[in-house]
């Protein structure tokens, strides 16, 4: 027989072998890691980038996620996470936040199928971490620099 050893908790009902995942975003550290983040850059994006957008960012999608930065310093949503369009109720509340930016948003140019989107959020809710977050960003912000195909509804 062949078992799987790990974190993960496993249930048996009847034949049928049920494994429960440990998602990293759902774990302690990772959340406050990630609050902490979420309120230290939106502080710094505030009176950085907000102005800017304010000025100049009426028509571009992109610079109108700006206007969210409130939101996220509130807690009410994240820099990154699952798209703010993507409103299947599957795995929501293992999946954190909606945020501004993420792997879905940062590949949606590609036209992603739902089931696409789906694994980019599952993908994400299971190796949540700071470094993750901090090369998203950096990703959103170079399709927005160098391809200005970035489309984040």
Do not use: H
């Not at 974190?7 to 072998?17: N, T, V």
């Amino acid at each position: 027989k062949d078992f799987i050893m790990g974190k993960s908790a496993l249930d048996k009902i009847e034949d049928i072998y049920l494994m429960q995942i440990e998602y990293n975003i759902n774990k302690k550290i990772n959340i406050f890691t990630k609050r902490i983040f979420d309120i230290l850059f939106g502080v710094i994006c505030i009176f950085t980038v907000y102005p800017v957008a304010f000025i100049g960012g009426k028509n571009n999608k992109f610079l109108r996620k700006i206007y969210y930065i409130p939101s996220v310093i509130k807690g009410e949503l994240s820099f990154v996470g699952k798209p703010t369009w993507d409103k299947s109720s599957i795995g929501k509340r293992f999946l954190g936040k909606n945020g501004l930016t993420g792997l879905a948003q940062i590949n949606y140019y590609k036209n992603l199928s739902l089931d696409e989107v789906e694994y980019y959020n599952f993908y994400y809710a299971k190796n949540q971490s700071l470094l993750l977050d901090i090369e998203v960003i950096l990703k959103t912000i170079s399709l927005f620099i160098f391809r200005k195909r970035l489309t984040i509804e």
